[in-house]
């Protein structure tokens, strides 16, 4: 959406990595997320907020993901 697309313009231009938290909505859930953007912009991760009350939707389970050699995750608030 024009979020994603708005916060990777600024990644790319930067040259930086961006992880910021947005609501997501599917076509029946709304999520708390926070997305992950690399230096070009791209979406590498998406996580879902797992310990989620309603109003709000529950993720699955965090999974960390290899990039530039490191093991990256993204905790959101009581996740931890």
């Keep these: 959406g024009p979020t ?3 916060m990777a313009h600024l990644a ?3 040259g930086v990595f961006l992880c ?3 609501l997501e909505r599917d076509s029946d ?3 708390d997320s926070a997305v ?3 230096r070009q912009g791209d979406v590498v991760l998406v996580q879902r907020k797992v310990s ?3 109003p709000f939707a529950k993720g699955k389970a965090i999974e960390p ?3 530039d050699g ?3 995750a993204i905790l959101i608030c009581g996740d931890l």
């Design 29 to 31: 859930n709304v999520y």
């Design 12 to 14: 790319q231009a930067y």
């Design 52 to 54: 989620e009350k309603p």
């Design 36 to 38: 992950l953007l690399n």
């Design 20 to 22: 910021f938290g947005m």
């Design 70 to 72: 490191y093991n990256v």
């Design 65 to 67: 993901i290899a990039m």
């Design 4 to 6: 994603v697309k708005e």
